[in-house]
C-alpha cells in the first residue's frame, strides 16, 4: 500500500489489491502529508477507472496547495477523477458518508486531510455534555466511515458479473491525514482494531 504515495513514475504498481480499507497518516505540521495523500489520490485515480474523493477544509488547501512529484503532469486527465469535497466541520464528514450508500458507483478511495481540524474542541464538549466530547466525536465519525466504507466493500463484493475487476471486488477505501497528538493517535489505533 506505500507504494501508492509516491510517483506512479517513480513505483510500478503490480499489485492494486489492498487489504488495508482504512489508513491514518499522521506526523507533525507541515511535513507534507497533504502532498502525501494527493499523491495517494492521484495514483488511486490513475489504477482504477473510479474516482477518489478527497474531502478537506477548502480554505486550508488554498493556504497551502500540495506539492506534486516531479513528472506529474499537472493537466493529466487523471486530475478529473479526483472530486475535491469542501466541508467546514465534522457534519460534513458525517452528512457525506450518511449517503454513501446512496451512490451509484463508489470511488476509488476517500481521503479526508486535516482530520482532527474538523473537531472543535468546545463545540463538542458542549455537544456530548463530557470534557472528552471531542474524542467522542472523532470515534463516532470514524465509526460511520468504517460503516459506509465496509458497506461499499459488501455491495461490490455481492457482484458476480464477470466484468468485475479483482480491484473492484476490493471496493473503496479510506485516508485520513491528521497531526493526531501521540495520545489521540493511540485511541485512534485502538478503535481501529476493534474492527
Known sequence: MVERFFSVRQVELLDHNHSDPIMLLSGPPSCGKTSLLFQFAFNSAAGSNHEVVFICNRRKLESKPPYFSPGIDPSSDTFQRIQMKYVDEDEGIKNYFAAFHLHDTFPAAVVIDDFGDFFEERSCQEKYNNPRGRDLAMVRTL????????????????????????????????????????????????????F
Do not use: Y
Open 143 to 194: 465509526a460511520l466511515c468504517h460503516n459506509a466504507i465496509a458497506h461499499a466493500k459488501r455491495v461490490l463484493a455481492s457482484f458476480s458479473c464477470p466484468t468485475h475487476t479483482m480491484e473492484t471486488l476490493q471496493g473503496c477505501s479510506l485516508s485520513i491525514r491528521d497531526g493526531f497528538q501521540p495520545f489521540s493517535l493511540l485511541k485512534v489505533m485502538a478503535w481501529d482494531r476493534l
